[in-house]
């Protein structure tokens, strides 16, 4: 049974930063992307950015590309998300995710991915 546990989350101010964990565990993540995904109250679920669990490619959105880095620890079978220079734009709750076959590129689509954290809220006041 893969499960994924997002820990990090918070209440920060504009221009602040936080750092999102979400430790895995059931299965071995190599070769398998993750990636994290946001959902903001009244829109739809949006691909945040991604990384191939053990080749290191990586994917963003535009609006956080330069301002968030994704990677992850092997030896704690844990992803993160570093987020710098946040705005009050970026205030969701967070998922991370992972897929059930192995690929050798990130996907942005949600419908690729089967397993999901319970998600954790990031509020970024002005």
């Known amino acids: 049974q893969v499960q994924l546990e997002e820990s990090g989350g918070g209440l920060v101010q504009a221009g602040g930063s936080l750092r999102l964990s979400c430790e895995a565990s059931?299965?071995?993540?190599?070769?398998?992307?993750v990636a994290w995904f946001r959902q903001a109250p009244g829109k739809e679920r949006e691909f945040v950015a991604g990384?191939?669990?053990?080749?290191?490619?990586?994917d963003y959105v535009d609006s956080v590309e330069g301002r968030f880095t994704i990677f992850t620890d092997n030896t704690k079978n844990t992803l993160y998300l570093q987020m710098n220079s946040l705005k009050p734009e970026d205030t969701a709750v967070y998922y991370c995710?992972?897929?059930?076959?192995?690929?050798?590129?990130?996907?942005?689509?949600?419908?690729?991915?089967?397993?999901w954290g319970q998600g954790t809220q990031v509020t970024v006041s002005s």
């Open positions: 995710a992972t897929t059930g076959r192995p690929y050798k590129l990130v996907s942005r689509g949600s419908h690729d991915y089967t397993y």
């Open positions: 059931g299965r071995t993540f190599s070769g398998y992307p």
């Open positions: 990384i191939t669990w053990s080749g290191g490619r990586t």
